[in-house]
């Protein structure tokens, strides 16, 4: 099986940044599809930002702040967020898509890791 380990949230104030971690464990030949999403209180889970090894999507609300990046090798992917704003507080919530074992064969679904709260306020 797989698991996703998030690292890097916390608290910080308007303006700050802050660095989101996620690493992916288990029998993983590769991985198609890394990303971010996050849930505010009372709100349904949003994308965030995802990349493929040919595509990267970011969220209107995240462009120009945000920045994902991927570590093939590794199974990793991070999200460096500048410029926050209160409203992006939210758990973060690390997902891996079309995972592949080392018998080529796909995992069936996606995986989630546990969420790492961030918080944006003065």
């Known amino acids: 099986q797989v698991q996703l380990v998030e690292s890097g949230g916390g608290l910080v104030q308007p303006g700050g940044s802050l660095r989101l971690s996620c690493a992916a464990s288990?029998?993983?030949?590769?991985?198609?599809?890394m990303g971010w999403y996050r849930q505010a209180p009372g709100k349904q889970r949003e994308l965030v930002a995802t990349?493929?090894?040919?595509?990267?999507n970011y969220a209107d609300s995240v462009k120009g702040r945000f920045t994902i990046s991927r570590d093939n090798t590794k199974n990793t992917v991070n999200l460096q967020m500048n410029s926050l704003k209160p409203e992006d507080t939210a758990v973060y919530y690390c997902n891996a898509d079309r995972v592949r074992d080392y018998s080529l064969h796909y995992y069936s679904g996606d995986y989630w890791g546990q969420g790492t709260q961030v918080t944006v306020s003065s």
């Open positions: 990349q493929t090894s040919y595509s990267t």
């Open positions: 288990g029998s993983i030949f590769d991985i198609t599809e």
